[in-house]
């Protein structure tokens, strides 16, 4: 299986930027798709999808989310980091099957 | 608007079958597939499986082969998932989620259930 690896947790400021990194053991990019997508969840909810295939920003999340990366290497940028924002994070591959999640960044404040 | 609502909490005995439910709405359910996906706090989010609803056909996760069963009725827009021979290592939060098209991410989830496995 392909292991995601994420930090536990990022300490953030309000109105700052908030860089989530994933790393992937193996690539995740087939063809012109980058299979990596993104996920929030708060307390006692479920996850929420905010990107599908790397860089693609899901329908109804704020354009202050946005996704980048290719190959192993991927981020999540949040900015400028709003209260409603602390959650956690969580990074998805589904390059090869089964589909693997990373472990979580936990957003806190600063 | 898509709805994915999950059936309630369960308390089980270790050895025992629980059956969960995910009854779809806003959607055409047979279009699209469905997946299972467990979290505990400490492995964290793991995928068991799919059932593509217009056909019945499924894929699991080898790890969860011969854990988890699931099935749809098509004429109540529902899917379910059986676990069998429950541990308490089956304790968690089990969430249905809908695959968006094509690329196996997961666009809408369910509210999730937490299964207790306990004598």
């Known amino acids: 299986d392909i292991v995601l690896t994420q930090s536990p947790a990022l300490a953030v400021s309000l109105g700052q930027r908030a860089t989530i990194s994933c790393r992937a053991s193996?690539?995740?990019?087939?063809?012109?798709?980058?299979?990596m997508h993104w996920y929030q969840q708060k307390p006692g909810q479920q996850p929420k999808l905010l990107i599908y295939?790397?860089?693609n920003l899901e329908s109804g999340i704020p354009a202050r989310f946005s996704g980048s990366g290719s190959g192993t290497d991927f981020t999540l940028t949040i900015n400028p980091v709003q209260a409603d924002d602390i959650a956690t994070y969580y990074c998805?591959?589904?390059?090869?099957?089964?589909?693997?999640f990373g472990g979580g960044t936990k957003l806190e404040l600063k | 608007q898509v709805q994915l609502q999950q059936s309630g909490a369960e308390l089980a005995k270790p050895g025992s079958s629980v059956k969960i439910s995910c009854k779809a709405s806003?959607?055409?359910?047979?279009?699209?597939?469905i997946s299972w996906i467990k979290q505990t706090t400490g492995q964290g989010l793991e995928y068991i499986g799919y059932?593509?609803?217009?056909?019945?056909?499924?894929n699991y996760n080898e790890k969860f082969k011969g854990k988890a069963t699931l099935t749809v009725d098509n004429s109540s827009n529902t899917a379910f998932m059986q676990l069998n021979s429950l541990t308490p290592d089956d304790s968690a939060v089990y969430y249905c989620?809908?695959?968006?098209?094509?690329?196996?991410?997961?666009?809408?989830w369910g509210q999730g259930v937490m299964v207790t496995v306990s004598s």
């Open positions: 989620a809908r695959e968006g098209t094509g690329s196996s991410y997961f666009d809408y």
């Open positions: 806003g959607y055409t359910f047979t279009r699209y597939f």
């Open positions: 059932i593509y609803a217009g056909s019945g056909r499924t």
């Open positions: 193996q690539t995740v990019s087939i063809s012109r798709y980058t299979l």
């Open positions: 295939r790397a860089s």
């Open positions: 998805q591959q589904s390059r090869e099957s089964p589909p693997t």
